[in-house]
């Protein structure tokens, strides 16, 4: 099963309600933002697996941290992000770019930037939760995280074409134009159902009405 796949059987009822409630702000803009972040965090984490070190220190975390129990019980991060490795989490991912990247999910969105911060502050131990099932999954003792991370990249950009984009911002200099480049980036993918768009690539996962 796919990574968002994976993530999209939790994110929806309830524990979206819950994040609403956390970030005090609507289902839809919710939903909104989760599909903008969970390309964001996946991205990221590719980026940094994407060299050999990079990858050996991911598959160490997953092991050392993450057993994948997170992903049944998301609510357990929706309520305390931080005693999940939360911040710890997004700054490995992000680094010095994580200021940025939360501005700009925050102007795509419609959230102020601390409830961007807060969001994926929250999805960060719960994509790690995701990430490490979905490697032992695999069956074979040899699969590594960065292995699974470069199938679901390669995956999200089948279904929204141009989604690469977010990775390579990824690549630039941490400076405030990473801001503008997401939101302008996210502007024009994050469609309605029938559109397209980033929100599509995340499928029925948000259900019915609340779906983006």
């Known amino acids: ?115 961007a911060g807060k969001l994926l502050m929250i999805l960060a131990p719960i994509v790690m939760a995701a990430l490490a099932r979905a490697r032992s999954n695999q069956g074979t003792a040899n699969t590594s995280a960065g292995s699974v991370l470069q199938r679901e990249k390669s995956n999200m950009e089948r279904q929204v074409p141009g989604l690469g984009g977010l990775a390579s911002i990824l690549d630039r200099d941490g400076d405030g134009q990473i801001a503008d480049d997401i939101a302008n980036l996210a502007a024009g993918r994050l469609g309605g159902a029938g559109g397209g768009g980033l929100g599509s690539i995340l499928g029925g996962m948000l259900g019915g009405d609340k779906r983006v």
């Open 1 to 115: 099963m796919a990574l968002l796949d994976m993530l999209g059987q939790q994110l929806q009822g309830n524990t979206l309600t819950q994040i609403s409630q956390q970030l005090g702000t609507d289902e839809g803009t919710t939903a909104k933002a989760v599909s903008l972040a969970l390309p964001m965090l996946v991205s990221g984490l590719a980026r940094n697996a994407s060299t050999d070190q990079g990858a050996a220190a991911l598959d160490q975390a997953l092991t050392r941290d993450h057993d994948g129990s997170l992903l049944d019980a998301p609510h357990r991060a929706v309520a305390d992000p931080m005693a999940f490795g939360g911040g710890g989490i997004l700054g490995h991912i992000f680094g010095q770019r994580q200021a940025p990247v939360e501005q700009g999910v925050a102007k795509a969105t419609g959230l102020d930037p601390q409830g």
